[in-house]
């Protein structure tokens, strides 16, 4: 079965330090994965996917994520945090050969403090 | 590009009503879905549409129900509220079907059921 696992219900980190939060997957055939951010009473907003290529992807607010095929992970990262990257993260994932259904982790809250 | 619209933004019904929600897409996006957040249960998948078709559906009761027109824009009905139905729900959409596609989220609807 196809799954995606976030293990950190919370991350905190210092502002102007670098973030990490966690994504791993299970799918069978490649995987096609998704990153979203929602903030307070908002929709969720697109920040990157992988497709295929450069295992290093980069997307929106200088955010970054890096495909890692044998650990099955998909890591967002940025080198400096700003408080404004406080919001609920989620990872998604695809399968390329299942009906295209999005497979969604539970969100991580990202707390960055001054 | 407008960005994906959702009517209303707000809603208060009293359990046994119905309800309706719309989603209009991002203009020559052809497919529509529908997840309902909580904070309990995360972000949980309804149904998606394409070409006025239903491609997938998640794990509700049958009391919710969508549609998609002709011109993309789609509705979802609850029927018979619960107390449980009250949530966020979420329409994103994309261009076509597909593993690579990207999702596009509305605001929501938030939905309180008394």
């Known amino acids: 079965a196809q799954s995606v696992a976030q293990p950190e219900d919370q991350v905190n980190v210092a502002e102007g330090n670098p973030l990490t939060v966690k994504c791993t997957y299970s799918v069978s055939g490649n995987p096609y994965l998704f990153w979203y951010v929602q903030y307070p009473n908002r929709g969720l907003q697109f920040l990157l996917k992988y497709i295929t290529g450069d295992n290093l992807v980069k997307g929106s607010y200088g955010f970054e994520a890096e495909f890692n095929k044998s650990q099955t992970s998909f890591h967002l990262k940025k080198p400096s945090a700003l408080v404004s990257d406080s919001a609920l993260y989620f990872c998604?994932?695809?399968?390329?050969?299942?009906?295209?259904?999005?497979?969604w982790g539970a969100g991580t809250k990202l707390i960055i403090k001054p | 590009k407008a960005g994906v619209t959702q009517t209303p933004r707000y809603l208060i019904k009293t359990r046994g009503q119905q309800v309706t929600l719309s989603c209009s897409p991002i203009s020559g996006h052809r497919s529509v879905s529908w997840y309902q957040q909580t904070p309990g249960q995360g972000l949980q998948f309804l149904f998606e549409y394409f070409s006025e078709t239903q491609r997938n559906k998640g794990n509700f009761p049958g009391r919710f129900s969508g549609r998609q027109f002709s011109n993309s824009r789609s509705e979802m009905n609850v029927s018979t509220l619960e107390l449980g139905d009250s949530a966020l729900y979420l329409c994103a959409s994309s261009l076509a079907l597909g593993p690579q596609e990207t999702q596009y989220f509305g605001p929501g609807t938030r939905l309180l059921v008394l």
């Open positions: 998604a994932v695809r399968s390329g050969d299942s009906n295209y259904q999005l497979i």
